[in-house]
């Protein structure tokens, strides 16, 4: 793996593939894991929720079902392409992470899945956790990571 470790949530992955505000700040973090010069990670639990997030935009009418297909691929592919490489480092859904989640979802108002990010960011002492999940956001800054949003937080993502 390559020096510093940026976690993405979801709605930080989803943006590499649906241009949205915030795309071409998590653009920059996939060119520099590229270049080898940080890696980046994510849950397995997120390959199920971002294919989810492509399903329901083509569901909205936002996509049709050539895009999807194709941004799917793409999505899946680089992931597997990135992996190989060790640029990017898929963590495993454990029973421990899981069960850490549970005092989280007694501090915050959180779900189960968002939980799951943060306890697998600390798990894997990544640098940032990067999500535009404004309540995600909250929870990890106060459970002490150093939590970005992909639109706001640009130049301190380019820094990282």
């Known amino acids: 793996m390559n020096g510093k470790t940026v976690y993405l949530d979801s709605s930080a992955i989803v943006k590499r593939y649906v241009a949205e505000r915030g795309t071409e700040a998590i653009d920059r973090l996939y060119h520099r894991a590229e270049a ?46 990135e992996r190989g ?7 495993p859904v454990r029973g421990d992470l899981l069960a850490g989640t549970v005092p989280l979802l ?20 990544a640098e940032a956790l990067v999500s535009a999940d404004e ?12 939590a970005l949003h992909p639109e706001d937080d640009t ?6």
């Open 36 to 81: 080898g010069r940080l890696t980046l990670a994510f849950s397995l639990w997120n390959v199920g929720e971002v294919l989810g997030a492509f399903i329901r935009a083509r569901r909205l009418g936002s996509l049709s079902d050539r895009q999807l297909g194709r941004i799917a691929a793409s999505f899946l592919g680089e992931t597997l392409k």
């Open 85 to 91: 490489l060790g640029n990017l480092r898929v963590v």
């Open 106 to 125: 007694l501090r915050h108002p959180l779900s189960q899945p968002d939980g799951l990010q943060i306890v697998t960011c600390r798990a894997i002492e």
């Open 135 to 146: 309540r995600l956001l909250r929870a990890a800054g106060a459970e002490g990571l150093h």
């Open 155 to 160: 130049e301190e993502l380019d820094r990282l």
